[in-house]
């Protein structure tokens, strides 16, 4: 490096002394503009540091930073954000609250709002059993239909959805048992497979005439005092109707067999704990609204 | 500087010096050099001013003209109403981002409805390619919001510091404060254009009384006067400050156009074959063996763009025909006939040369494709808008579940539908299906007393469920588990429409 000022002679420019191969590097110097503003950056920074979160420091409790004089994180943004959005549901969820779910039904924007909620609710909370198209599955029951085993209207819904059925934990769930007669010695099982018979014969399924006619006795003694004398079902109870095309478990002879030998008792929980009380009117008015709702 | 720059400033100052020493001549001519000329602008030229001198004629006249009628257009059109009824806004021409409706006097465009203005843009090019074939770069010269908006701009330019010797002379001496007070005044008129410029553009988006109302009590939305700040800003730098570099090293038009032209189009040139060979005349003296050019140099000092027509053909040439009323002054005052420079074709300098007679061949090839086309487009427009249906029906089967079965061992399908109201009134619409036998509709609750009856306010639409049903003995009319569908929605007007879906079973 050379101590000497040097001109290029061809540009007359200084150059920085530095030479490769007889190739000067000339000294032309940044732009201003570019100076002046990398300077305001440069400053900028420095009070980005006063104000907002930036220096990691080690204390005995660990790592900690500087919490800048703006008070700022994008903790406190999201949840004012969502304070924003509540305070806008408010006025809806205040409504919701107040009013009985018949009279929801009947107030269009309410509706809206309600049955958006609902569907939201629903694919959070419910999906995992009854699906996302509240179709059910084996042993989860079908939403969309009309066939209800405690009650297609609102205020039903609403209950079973608040207390859950054969859910310990809440004193006032939905409580019934379909016993066990053949792990409990209650029938043999010739007259569970004449039973069958009967209740296949109830949807002109049945193959033997002579085994259903055994079993309507058999019925009779055993099921009619849930299931109702013409086997229709008493949601009272939660007893499913058997004479219709629905069947949450099947409907063919080997599954009725093992539900009337087994027993079931399938549990929904109790959401009244775990969502407030103008949810679960949404969610009721939704699942009303899936086209099976009394 | 670069050494060209430096050649020059030595050749406008002996240009302006060759003027006033011809000032006692009878032309008064100052000489001006074209200072954007191919000649006279290297790479690494920075841009010398363009001072262009004001001109009497018809080309001026009919540009003050178009001037005038633009400038209505734009700043009276937002101000004015048109009543489409209660609840709907009464401003004719409106882009109502909000409500996301585009108004223009009858015609309102819905959202998926904007293929009606991409068919006006391409109307508005069809007729841009066709005006060019036909007379080359008219948009350019007389309408360009570019060109308007800078003679406005010289206009007041002129107004504050004179014609063009006058402010060359201006912007040459040193300051003073009649020159501060000038420019400032120029300054100060520029911005109000401007302001006013931005200000009309955002009535265009909303209701102009009451925003116009806003604005002056600064109650305004925020957006609006960002906006009016943008298109102030815009206003002043194009049209005041970068002038002719907007439409010389900005606009994409002046590359495009050498593809529309022809040797048929009317062009503004000069007719060299007449002018030359150019040079100075005295008064009395003999036109035998020479050009009708005097090279007075008015119609460079008269261009907008810096340029010399003289020099033929150029990209920078926006054809504004200012040079024509120009040199037809001049040609006047020498006792010449007009039209040295005037509108003309390539074609018919060949013929001129030849001894031909002249011939303006407007209907050619290229004009009746660009005009059928024209055609095409505006019936097909037309067409569009005659049949525009004021009632849209979407159905969307549901999917999850395909179907339904019910205790009764019939099967359910659900359909959301939406219905779209475009007319100004309400109306109450009836849904009713065509399908398989015995298949049956209802709406979400069976409580209501006429669940197919929907109502729906002007200008709106609504989303309604239903659920279609069909009894288990009527199931052998699915093929396949599938069966035709159609939604049929009537109003009490008459108004119709269908859409057609499918109904879903078990697959037997």
């Known amino acids: ?294 | 500087m670069s050494e060209p720059a430096a050649n020059l400033e030595t050749l406008v100052a002996e240009a302006v010096g060759a003027a006033s020493a011809a000032s006692s001549s009878a032309l008064n001519d100052d000489s001006a050099v074209a200072v954007n000329s191919q000649l006279n602008r290297p790479l690494y030229q920075s841009r010398i001013k363009v001072q262009p001198k004001l001109v009497h004629g018809t080309f001026r006249r009919i540009k003050w003209l178009v001037m005038a009628l633009t400038l209505s257009i734009y700043y009276v059109t937002p101000f004015i109403r048109w009543n489409r009824g209660p609840g709907m806004p009464d401003q004719a021409v409106l882009l109502d981002f909000p409500a996301r409706r585009f108004y223009f006097f009858f015609l309102e465009i819905w959202p998926q409805e904007f293929y009606y203005v991409t068919g006006l843009l391409i109307l508005a090019a069809l007729g841009l390619f066709l005006a060019t074939s036909v007379a080359g770069r008219v948009w350019c010269g007389y309408t360009c919001p570019q060109t308007v908006w800078t003679d406005l701009f010289v206009f007041v330019e002129r107004l504050f510091e004179g014609d063009r010797s006058a402010r060359i002379r201006l912007d040459k001496e040193g300051w003073s404060l009649s020159k501060l007070a000038r420019k400032a005044g120029k300054h100060v008129v520029w911005l109000l254009i401007a302001i006013l410029t931005g200000g009309a553009w955002v009535f265009y988006f909303a209701d102009a009384p009451t925003l116009a109302t806003q604005m002056v009590t600064f109650s305004a939305p925020i957006t609006a006067y960002i906006f009016v700040g943008l298109f102030t800003a815009t206003t002043y730098t194009l049209g005041g400050i970068a002038r002719e570099q907007v439409c010389i090293y900005m606009c994409p038009w002046p590359r495009i156009q050498g593809a529309m032209f022809d040797e048929e189009s009317l062009l503004v040139s000069y007719k060299d074959d007449r002018g030359e060979k150019r040079g100075p005349h005295k008064k009395g003296s003999s036109w035998e063996g020479r050009g009708d050019c005097i090279d007075c140099g008015q119609c460079v000092a008269a261009c907008p763009m810096g340029i010399d027509i003289r020099d033929g053909m150029q990209l920078e040439c926006i054809q504004c025909a200012l040079c024509i009323d120009a040199c037809d002054e001049i040609m006047d005052k020498v006792g010449r006939p007009r039209g040295l420079i005037g509108y003309d074709t390539l074609n018919n300098r060949e013929r001129r040369k030849a001894g031909e007679p002249l011939r303006f061949r407007i209907i050619r090839p290229r004009t009746i494709v660009y005009a059928v086309a024209l055609l095409v487009v505006s019936a097909a427009m037309l067409i569009a808008l005659a049949n525009r249906q004021t009632l849209q029906l979407n159905v969307l089967r549901d999917r999850n579940p395909l179907f339904v079965t019910l205790s009764d061992g019939s099967i359910r399908n659900g359909y959301g539908i939406k219905i779209i109201n475009k007319d100004t009134a309400a109306h109450v619409f009836h849904v009713a299906i065509q399908g398989p036998e015995g298949a049956s509709l209802a709406g979400i609750s069976a409580e209501e007393a006429n669940p197919t009856e929907v109502e729906i306010g002007p200008d709106a639409l609504k989303n309604v469920r239903f659920y279609v049903s069909l009894p288990k003995d009527r199931l052998s009319a699915l093929d396949g588990g599938l069966a035709k569908l159609s939604f049929v929605v009537t109003d009490e007007t008459g108004r119709r429409t269908v859409s057609e879906t499918t109904f879903r079973g078990p697959a037997q």
Not at chain 1, 52 to 68: D, E, L, R, V
Not at chain 1, 110 to 123: I, N, Q, R, S, Y
């Open chain 1, 1 to 294: 490096m050379s101590t000497q000022k040097h001109k290029d002679e061809v540009s007359g420019v200084e150059t920085t002394g530095h030479e490769w191969d007889g190739i000067k590097e000339l000294n032309n110097p940044l732009p201003k503009w570019w100076i002046y503003t990398f300077y305001v950056c440069i400053l900028w920074s420095i009070a980005y540091w006063v104000v907002f979160p930036a220096w990691p420091y080690f204390t005995s409790g660990g790592w900690k930073h500087t919490a800048g004089s703006f008070g700022y994180t994008q903790r406190g943004e999201v949840s004012a954000e969502l304070e924003k959005v509540a305070e806008g549901r408010a006025v809806f969820l205040k409504q919701i609250d107040a009013m009985p779910i018949e009279d929801i039904a009947k107030n269009d924007s309410l509706m809206e709002v309600a049955l958006a909620g609902g569907k939201a609710t629903f694919a959070d909370n419910c999906a995992p059993c009854h699906g996302s198209g509240a179709a059910g599955g084996n042993g989860f029951p079908n939403l969309n239909d009309d066939d209800w085993l405690w009650g297609g209207k609102l205020a039903d819904i609403q209950t079973t959805v608040t207390h859950g059925i054969r859910w310990e934990a809440d004193a006032d769930t939905r409580q019934n048992m379909m016993p066990r007669f053949l792990d409990d010695q209650m029938l043999t099982r010739e007259q569970i497979n004449d039973a069958a018979e009967y209740v296949l014969s109830l949807s002109n399924k049945a193959d033997d005439a002579e085994a259903a006619k055994r079993g309507a006795a058999v019925f009779e003694a055993n099921c009619t005092s849930c299931h109702g004398a013409d086997a229709k079902g008493n949601q009272e109870l939660g007893a499913p109707n058997l004479t219709d095309a629905i069947w949450l478990y099947g409907g063919d002879k080997a599954t009725i067999v093992t539900t009337v030998s087994h027993g079931r008792g399938g549990v929904m929980p109790a959401w009244g704990t775990r969502l407030s009380g103008s949810t679960i009117k949404e969610l009721a008015l939704y699942v009303h609204s899936l086209g099976g709702g009394k």
